[in-house]
């Protein structure tokens, strides 16, 4: 079992930054993909970053977001610059088991999910 919390949303202009965090705790960190979701009202899942040895990233924030993780501290961050309103969503980190270097944009290959953190872009 794989638990993951997610803290570091909140409320900010446009053209600012937040970076979100993602603590895991329960299994070897190493061993799993790691991503991050969005969702905003009224629309479907989106893939946005993932990660376990190379790194993907979604069209709509390549470029602006980055994904890294602290196997040390079992953490995964999201750095996100240049925010627009249209990144306001709830965002949601999540993991599975993978032996692949290859990670899944499809949140239906996720099998852990955390709480969701909400972020909110201003205009």
């Known amino acids: 079992q794989v638990q993951l919390v997610e803290s570091g949303g909140g409320l900010v202009q446009a053209g600012g930054s937040l970076r979100l965090s993602c603590a895991a705790s329960?299994?070897?960190?190493?061993?799993?993909?790691m991503g991050w979701f969005r969702q905003a009202p009224g629309k479907e899942r989106e893939f946005v970053a993932a990660?376990?040895?190379?790194?993907r990233y979604g069209d709509s924030v390549k470029g602006r977001f980055t994904i890294s993780r602290d196997n040390a501290k079992n953490t995964l961050y999201l750095q996100m610059n240049s925010l627009k309103p249209e990144d306001t969503a709830v965002y949601y980190c999540?993991?599975?088991?993978?032996?692949?270097?290859?990670?899944?944009?499809?949140?239906?290959?996720?099998?852990?999910w955390g709480q969701g953190t909400q972020v909110t872009v201003s205009n």
């Open positions: 999540a993991a599975y088991w993978t032996p692949s270097t290859i990670v899944s944009v499809s949140p239906s290959t996720y099998n852990y």
């Open positions: 329960g299994r070897t960190f190493t061993t799993y993909a």
């Open positions: 990660t376990r040895v190379g790194t």
